[in-house]
């Protein structure tokens, strides 16, 4: 059962605001979905392996050697707001 | 520490330790691991986090680690994989931090610290690597704050202590202990003022005797050793004294005050952490095989405590010598050195590394391998002070010549001729001038009193402008003056 | 014969004996798009200009889907909260485009994020079936399979999830691969799973599938998930035969909620492929119930992590609310977040983040990727007896504008056929093998063990070299 209350926090948790009316109607949405894949609860895994990764590849690296960076202007170039060669946000509260 | 905490309290302390390393690059891009530049200048889109952009590992990174655990005397995972831990915050550009959760590259190590009562092991519990975060600019004026993404990516070791530490004082020679290891391995600044080395702590209080922890505190912000150890005894204090109240010592995080000399409760980021770790989709997992951790293995350097021991016994210095000699691998390096070109008795080498030369490394501000001094042109330099060819004194403004020009000490003496006057002739001249100027001084010499002689012989000194060998026309006084 | 009706490998051919030019080629490209995109709706982004020719070896002008990043050019994946990025930097397989003189021309409406099987969940609007304005492109790649359908591109790329490139290509009547996993660098493709996703080509017919994959495949030192696996020249392995192939017909597949019709379609392929010699298994996949469920839990979860970043700091849009909720800061988050996500977006960001939340992880988040370890498996065991698998790429043919907008459950579900391909990693293709009586395309499926494209492509070939149903054109 998803009430609203799970809902007020898994949004909180993925920060999005949610209307109360959308906070309804993803209550029961939500509520659908994980009773259906609840089905998954029928099967014993116990002894088994879970995937993250289908092909059995390991120790991708990259050698330590320095690349060209973007400058400060490309690095800003999408900012919302900018000031000072940085991203500007609202005030951070500590 | 009061009397109180100390009568009825035992103080429980576990440390954690951010490292940055100082690879070439960051840990999963390309761009130059050098953040201390224009805001937002070493940024590419990986380490920005752009939409489509993936992390690939830097290689010189991973081994970083396995040597800094195999340093700890941890178990390295032969396998490991990377974790996504999730939370919000501006200077974190996926939103998420790419980190390590169920299998670290490092596990249950430990290492030994000086205690009063001998070597004390404390536990590592384990170390892990992630990328570090960009960093917030406060403006306090304009109601923002400035991000400055340079730092994001910097390769990160998180080290955490098992809750064996017993007091901070403990905790402060954990960390020196720790870093020395660190600069030894040579894998980081380990500069706690420009946070390459970043230290977290939790403390707690337990009533003596009993077995179960006490609630404990984070406490943060602490930007040097001595703030560490400054912080913990304030949370003793202050835990105490509420457990003695009769109140109850809430889980939080604390930040550190520097001026303020206090904790603070950080009430902002009390908001319950659900970081929702999962595997991190985009890089595949990592083997280590018992070969590829030998190979590392076979690149660690004689550590500290080995290091100690080795000299101590080796060249029967002292272990207060000792002590200070391998705080920097380069001296005890430059020492062995030293012994190698031989002619010099060890005792003395020490003596003039630990002294004059590590003056001129302080009133210089630099590090010691700046200094760039060959130990053969020290050797000499101490052989012609042994020898009686320049005074003590002289000798030290040879050595400093010596470090400003790079000439030998043999040059140096030979240009500014500054060998010591021995010859008899020449300081049997000066010593007559001497003493038919002083008359009552003599006269004092002839009734016995040897202070005196060192007056004449001072006298000898201040005439040849300090080139006189001072013991040889000590000799020549007393021979003139003996009836 | 207008030049845009025409395939890659066509036209390239026609460049060759220069009885055309890329120029040509993309200015009737253009033209088509400006008399019939009004009406379909495949492009977000037309270009203004033909572009120049290009020189390289495969000079022909593609549609590229809304979340591959071109250095410069905006790319917002249809949604709202990345309005105004430009990425400063390309994709990998946009440099591997480029580097072969393919050139991009216009960008592809999706579902957002590509949460979608219909291509309704756009910021920009849905796309319309060119087969029928009525009904849906399939989704997400809705855009790139409709321009292909209605010769508004010659090819295009999409990405594929759960059936993102097969399912539109089939309800469009047109060819779509999902590669297998690593095959195709994903550095420059906005995630939706990273575990899941794979760039792949929508072309008219079977060899410019192959073309386009032999372009795009290969090692990425920027994907560390890409395989060093050496790429073949798919051309070479379209042969018209499929002699001592075995094929397998997987039960789980046939059962209810699949159209009469498209069952139908599936007895007529059979007949085909045995007719060129291919021998037919029924066999199992048990698991195959599970994967629509273990395809929302794991795709979701990833996706709620990946579209984390979109919280107004960097790029994209960036929204406070009139009054002050949280911290400052916290505010902007929420209701960039909130302005910014439509709602799809949000159903999906909220399961995932439920999935992967304190106490839910085991019973849903690791669960889901344990069943995923089985029905690999499944595949892993039915590859070692048969050399593919064929299957309807959908169990209906395209559904209506809004029939499942409402009805999330239901539109999951339209995805049961392609979902496996992507759990396990293995390639599929789908191509057109028929049209309802109401004249809507049907796709069928096929699929092989990983890096085993060469007969994937080699059976669909051959099906397609002895029907007709891809000489079928629309008419608008």
């Keep these: 059962m998803i009430s609203k209350k799970d809902v007020q926090y898994i949004a909180h948790l993925a920060r999005i605001s949610l209307s109360e009316n959308e906070q309804e109607t993803l209550a029961k949405d939500l509520e659908g979905i994980v009773k259906y894949v609840g089905k998954l609860q029928e099967l014993d895994t116990k002894a088994v392996e879970p995937t993250t990764h289908v092909l059995p590849i390991n120790n991708v690296f990259r050698e330590d050697v320095v690349r060209p960076s973007l400058t400060q202007e490309e690095a800003l170039a999408n900012a919302p707001a900018k000031e000072a060669g940085s991203f500007k946000v609202p005030q951070v509260i500590e | ?483 | 014969m207008n030049l845009n009706e025409l395939t890659a490998h066509e036209l390239l051919d026609l460049i060759k004996e220069k009885k055309t030019s890329t120029a040509e080629v993309s200015q009737a490209v253009v033209k088509k798009i400006q008399a019939t995109d009004g009406r379909i709706h495949a492009f977000v982004r037309t270009p203004a200009i033909p572009v120049s020719a290009n020189s390289g070896a495969y000079s022909i002008p593609i549609a590229i889907k809304d979340n591959l990043c071109i250095a410069g050019e905006e790319v917002t994946c249809c949604s709202q909260i990345l309005k105004g990025f430009r990425p400063p930097y390309d994709a990998t397989v946009i440099n591997k485009l480029k580097a072969s003189g393919v050139v991009p021309l216009g960008t592809t409406n999706m579902d957002e994020f590509a949460f979608g099987s219909s291509t309704e969940n756009s910021c920009y609007g849905p796309t319309r079936n060119p087969w029928n304005l009525d009904c849906v492109p399939g989704g997400s790649s809705g855009g790139s399979a409709a321009a292909v359908a209605a010769h508004e591109a010659i090819w295009a790329l999409g990405s594929d999830t759960g059936g993102s490139i097969r399912q539109p290509a089939a309800f469009c009547g047109v060819v779509g691969v999902k590669p297998t996993y690593g095959r195709v660098s994903r550095y420059g493709l906005i995630a939706f799973a990273s575990s899941l996703d794979q760039i792949g080509p929508i072309t008219k017919d079977v060899t410019d599938a192959a073309l386009l994959l032999k372009i795009i495949a290969g090692y990425d030192e920027m994907d560390s998930t890409s395989a060093n696996v050496a790429v073949p020249d798919y051309l070479q392995a379209l042969k018209n035969d499929v002699q001592g192939l075995k094929i397998g017909i997987p039960k789980e597949f046939f059962v209810d909620g699949m159209d009469a019709e498209v069952k139908e379609s599936m007895s007529a392929v059979i007949a085909v492929l045995e007719k060129k010699g291919a021998k037919f298994i029924e066999m199992s996949l048990p698991h195959t119930e599970y994967s629509v469920a273990t395809y929302y839990i794991v795709a979701t979860a990833e996706a709620s992590s990946n579209l984390a970043r979109y919280d107004g700091v960097q790029y994209g849009i960036r929204r406070h609310p009139s009054q002050a909720r949280r911290t400052p800061m916290i505010d902007m988050f929420e209701e960039t977040r909130d302005q910014g996500f439509g709602r799809e977006a949000k159903r999906r960001i909220m399961l995932g983040t439920y999935c992967l939340s304190s106490g839910y992880y085991d019973a849903y988040y690791l669960r889901g990727q344990k069943v995923r370890t089985l029905i690999k498996q499944d595949f892993d065991q039915a590859f070692k007896e048969i050399d593919a698998i064929i299957a309807p790429t959908s169990p209906t043919t395209a559904f209506r504008l809004g029939e499942k907008t409402n009805d999330p459950l239901s539109m999951y579900l339209s995805d049961i056929y392609t979902i496996s391909a992507n759990l396990s990693g293995i390639p599929a293709i789908s191509l057109p093998c028929g049209f309802s009586k109401t004249g809507m395309p049907i796709g069928l499926q096929v699929m092989t063990k990983p890096f085993a494209e060469e007969t994937m492509f080699r059976v669909a070939y051959t099906y397609e070299q002895n029907t007709e149903w891809h000489k079928r054109k629309v008419n608008l």
């Design chain 2, 1 to 483: 520490m009061s009397t109180t905490v100390e009568k009825q309290f035992e103080t429980v302390i576990g440390l954690e330790v951010h490292l940055q390393f100082h690879t070439k690059t960051k840990i999963f891009c390309g761009c130059a691991n050098d953040f201390g530049r224009d805001p937002n200048s070493h940024t590419c889109p990986v380490c920005l986090g752009l939409p489509g952009t993936l992390p690939v590992l830097n290689k010189v990174a991973l081994q970083y680690a396995v040597k800094v655990g195999l340093a700890l005397n941890c178990k390295i995972n032969p396998y490991i994989k990377f974790d996504r831990k999730n939370y919000y915050y501006p200077d974190l550009p996926k939103g998420y931090q790419i980190s390590q959760y169920d299998l670290p590259i490092a596990q249950h190590g430990f290492l030994m610290i000086p205690t009063e009562s001998g070597p004390k092991k404390i536990g590592i519990f384990r170390a892990h690597m992630e990328e570090d975060a960009g960093k917030l600019i406060h403006d306090g004026q304009t109601q923002s704050s400035l991000v400055d993404y340079n730092r994001t990516g910097t390769p990160l070791l998180e080290i955490v202590s098992d809750p064996d530490l017993r007091s901070p004082q403990e905790a402060y020679d954990y960390l020196q202990t720790l870093k020395l290891i660190l600069q030894y391995l040579d894998v980081s600044d380990c500069d706690m003022e420009k946070g390459s080395l970043r230290c977290d702590a939790n403390v707690s209080l337990r009533r003596c005797g009993e077995k179960e922890f006490g609630t404990k505190a984070e406490v943060k912000n602490m930007n040097s050793f001595r703030a560490v150890k400054a912080a913990l005894e304030y949370e003793e204090l202050r835990q105490s004294k509420m457990i003695l109240s009769g109140e109850r010592v809430v889980q939080e995080t604390r930040l550190w005050s520097e001026e303020k000399g206090m904790t603070f409760s950080m009430r902002s980021k009390e908001e319950a952490h659900d970081y929702r770790y999962f595997p991190e989709p985009d890089l595949v997992p990592f083997t280590l095989t018992e070969k590829n951790i030998d190979d590392v293995r076979r690149t660690l350097p004689e550590l500290p405590q080995e290091k100690f021991q080795r000299l101590q016994s080796q060249y029967e210095i002292s272990a207060y010598d000792t002590q200070i000699i391998i705080q920097d691998p380069a001296l005890a390096a430059f020492l062995e050195e030293c012994v190698a070109v031989g002619g010099v008795a060890v005792k003395k080498v020490c003596n003039w590394i630990i002294g004059p030369l590590q003056q001129e490394t302080n009133t210089r501000k630099v590090k010691f391998d700046q200094l760039k001094l060959a130990p053969k042109n020290l050797m000499d330099l101490i052989s012609k002070v042994e020898g009686g060819v320049v005074s003590n004194l002289v000798g030290k403004d040879i050595l400093k010549m010596i470090l400003d020009s790079g000439k030998t000490a043999e040059q140096i003496i030979q240009e500014n001729g500054l060998a010591q006057v021995s010859d008899d002739g020449t300081l049997d001249k000066v010593i007559d001038e001497i003493i038919s100027q002083s008359d009552s001084v003599v006269q004092q010499i002839k009734e016995g009193k040897e202070s005196a002689l060192g007056f004449l012989v001072g006298q000898v000194m201040k005439k040849t402008q300090g080139k006189a060998n001072p013991k040889k026309a000590g000799e020549l006084i007393r021979r003139r003056l003996s009836p």
